[in-house]
């Protein structure tokens, strides 16, 4: 009755939202994108490429799941290459990322279907999964209900659950201990993970502590097209110091740009590359730049002279534009709400990590970077920013020692991916 009672309440929602759904599909193309899909109408080309074998569903919400979750499809694709690979997002900047980095081992991608029962079962029936993988703290009632009454078994890799959705979860029990125990395995991402996925309804039998995917980012391809592009894009001489600030949200491009103004005053040779998280804010970023009195130049616009900021306004170049950084700021931590970004794409290429005050989501990574040496908080004050930047710039072997210690431990906490592999298989059907 409860869950009959949810769905009732999702369909009224829908109902009542629909007028402004419409509208923003008509202003804003991500509430487009993908419609047919949301409502579990799958296209028949990407049906036919999941024929003739079976089906293992992955799902990632958005870009930071996707990324973590690669390396384990790229390792299970090469365990088993007749398996076929749905692999589903929530959010546009998700689908792109997994589209150019799930090139050769993503069978079909498409958005996840709303949590509606009969949209649910009608994605089900389209996709026949043999089982569904899903990544780090998405918990959908209506659909892990029905993957369950079709007995596909469903695991959490990465999982997380973070103070507050704990603290949610338990506190609507009665509704979700259900859902928790329907989970055939909860690979926890650290201990306290697994530990609050067990409180919550997993059975202990089925929950372990894997560690965090994220850890086993492999390296970007030196040899990817377009690195001579990009170099000559981001202004890469050798001779210029480049700061790269990634995943930047609305209201810290600011921070950064006024750090590297009074950064220019006392060092000549340097550029700031900013990566906005989200492309729909690119030409709103470019303006931020210009009110700052900052000439800007875009990665797209094949400037053969780059200004001192330039704008990185594409999507999958982040991470190797990181391997050219001298100093890396990661964002989404210089405001509150946010809870920040992977710290360890920066990390893995050896580079100094600056992150700011507002970091949760992260935390622990962050913790193991500063006690190394390999990473650098910004204290929530004026200046702050700036002279964090100074040290770095300033002393060489400050930055070369830091980026040993932020390589270090991304090495020391590798192997996630194995163990998680491990598990996935004992709920694969026999034969794979």
Partial sequence: MKYRLYDIILHLSLIILLPYFIFKMFTARKYREGIAERFGFLAEDKAKRLANGPVIWFHAVSVGETKAVMPLVRLFKKKHPKAKIAFSTVTMTGNRVAKEEGKGLIDALFYFPLDLSWVGNRAVKKLRPAAFIVVEKEVWPNMIRRLVKNKVPVIAVNGTISDRSFKRFKAFGFFFREIFAAFGFFCGRTKEDTDRAVKLGVESARAATTGNMKFDLALSEIKAPGLTDLKKALGVDGKTKLIVA????????????????????????????????????????????????????????????????????????????YSFADVAIVGGSFIDGIGGHNLLEPAVFEKPVVYGAYLSAYLGMAEMLNAAGGGFCVPDRHGALFEVLKRLISDESLRATAGDAAKAVVEANRGAVKKTLDIIEDFLPKGM
């Fill in 246 to 321: 990634g995943s930047t949200h609305d209201g810290e491009e600011e921070v950064m740009l006024s750090a590297f103004k009074a950064l220019g005053l006392e060092f000549n040779d340097i550029r700031l590359v900013i990566a906005p998280r989200h492309p729909e804010r690119f030409a709103s970023v470019e303006r931020i730049i210009t009110r700052s009195g900052f000439s800007c130049s875009r990665r797209t616009s094949s400037s053969p002279d780059p200004a001192k900021v330039v704008l990185l306004d594409t999507m999958g170049e982040l991470m190797l534009a």
